[in-house]
């Protein structure tokens, strides 16, 4: 490992590098977003054009991966062309025992859950530090909702418990995702039921993603001091 890298850097160097001997030729790859995921992205790029990877093509779940990929020379697809993904690489934000996720740091939690839902394998890439006992831990919910009427959506997000906090962007104006969308960061602390919590979040108009992802997660590549675990869901 380069020594001018941070240990949390290399690490998810490390967990992302792995996640990308389980491409196959012709597969179709997610290609997710985030500082981890962008590793596998630039790995993938540097295969395929040493000739030693052949025919895959990925489908970003962000803009900013797009321009990373495409620069790369990364052959890109869309899910309109290639609606079923085999494998996807992705990062997360924080990890449960159960392989449950918060995601959306990045603000690409819609993108990520729509190619998630529609791989048949999903990679996620942490190093440790990530690993939680309960999801909320660590890290709050990031909901993306519609700018009209967000205002009424954090009262909302207030009402079921969250301290809740418009995201910004580098330049303090309020962030908008792909989609043109407000994210909410809400604090609920350590959350006892996951998938209650998602069913409430999913039942309100305006809210277009949240970044609990329940049983996505196939695969889960964690790299810490001690090298690299796979665990398999279900396993
Ligand atoms: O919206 C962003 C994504 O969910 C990222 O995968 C997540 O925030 C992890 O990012 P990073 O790998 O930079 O820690």
């Not at 590793?39 to 797009?66: H, N």
């Not at 207030?158 to 994210?183: C, I, K, M, W, Y």
């Not at 809400?186 to 992802?213: N, Q, Y």
Request: glycine share 10%; hydrophobic share 45%; net charge negative.
């Amino acid at each position: 490992m380069p020594s001018d890298e941070s240990d949390s850097a290399s690490f998810k160097r490390a967990a992302a590098e792995r996640a990308v001997d389980f491409i196959q030729p012709g597969m179709v790859v997610g290609l997710g977003t985030g500082s981890t995921a962008a590793y596998a992205v630039r790995r993938l790029g540097a295969l395929l054009s040493a000739g030693t990877l052949k025919d895959v093509v990925g489908v970003p779940t962000s803009r900013a991966t797009e321009a990373l990929a495409a620069s790369l020379g990364v052959p890109l697809t869309t899910l309109d062309v290639h609606p079923v993904v085999d494998l996807t690489i992705d990062g997360a934000d924080e990890v449960a025992p159960d392989l449950s996720l918060i995601k959306g740091g990045g603000g690409a939690l819609l993108r990520e859950k729509v190619v998630a839902q529609a791989s048949r394998r999903e990679i996620i890439v942490v190093d440790a530090p990530k690993l939680s006992p309960r999801l909320g831990t660590k890290w709050p919910v990031p909901v993306e909702v519609l700018p009209f009427g967000w205002r009424s959506q954090a009262l909302f997000l207030e009402s079921l418990g969250a301290r809740v906090v418009v995201r910004l962007a580098l330049d303090g104006a309020p962030f908008h995702t792909d989609q043109g969308n407000v994210v909410l960061d809400c604090d609920f602390g350590p959350i006892s039921d996951p998938a209650a919590l998602a069913a409430k979040l999913e039942s309100r108009a305006g809210v277009m993603a949240h970044g609990l992802f329940l049983n996505l997660t196939t695969d889960l590549l964690v790299a810490g001091p001690e090298g690299i675990t796979h665990r398999v869901r279900g396993a």
